[in-house]
């Protein structure tokens, strides 16, 4: 009680400036009491849990969300969130900053989305965006606000393999692509004039212009592929064609929305 009064006391000053009714201790204190209980369970020493599984030869998995273009530090400031979303630094947040990682992967789209503003050098725009949009259900989920979408964009994505020490790939969606007879796949950039394989920083990146090659497309439905040798000889060129130029292996390929809905490349 006393700590939320001294920060009740700074936070009323602030609402107080922008004419907004000031909060009182007592109905704060009976939300913290109620969700505190909740969460309360859950609260525990980490490390000591995550050091004890490791002594006993347990395997640990983290799993994050944002990609690498996001990472405050690696991303494409300041378009990007307020913390650090590389695999790198799974252990520290876990309570485990010495843990060497011995597995990372990747998880990459078909093609590429985008969230919020910011350069996005691969975005498509008009019927050719609504249809990619649509075929792979890229609106807000809370909102409905159409996402920006592109193509697979090779040069951000080996950037993101790089900084995430990315030892394979697991690549989701291409199911999306059936309804394309010629998939785009941007293969370099182009800034001021010189064409470039890495992924560009700064104001170069708002330069940058996409280099595109287009592969044959597969035009079927292949949510029911389960094995490698059930895809198209296109799908299978698209998946090896983005696995020579990112140089990682892709493993599993998704192709569909339930849990079961993949396959093992490998």
Known sequence: AEKLGDIL?????????YGAPELEAEPLLAWLDLYGSCLLPY???TTAILENAGQQGQAVMFEAQLGALRDIDYGIYPYTTSSQTLAAYAPI???????????VIGVVKAYSSC???????????????????AAGGEYGAATGRPRRVGAFDIPASRYGVLVQGVDEIALTKLDVMAYMDKIPVCVAYEVDGVRTDRFPSGDELLRAKPVYEYLEGFQTDISQCRRK?????????????????MGCPIKYVSVGAERDDYLLMY
């Not at 947040?93 to 597995?103: H, I, S, T, V």
């Not at 503003?117 to 498509?124: D, Q, R, Y």
């Open 9 to 17: 006391e700074w936070k009323n000053i602030t609402l107080r400036g």
């Open 93 to 103: 947040g876990a309570g485990l900053p010495g843990a060497k990682l011995n597995l």
């Open 229 to 245: 040798e059930d895809l198209p000889l296109a799908a299978i060129r698209y998946i090896q064609f983005i696995e020579k130029a």
């Open 43 to 45: 609260v525990t020493d």
């Open 115 to 133: 969230v919020g503003e910011g350069p996005f050098t691969v975005e498509m725009s008009g019927d050719e965006a609504e249809a990619l949009r």
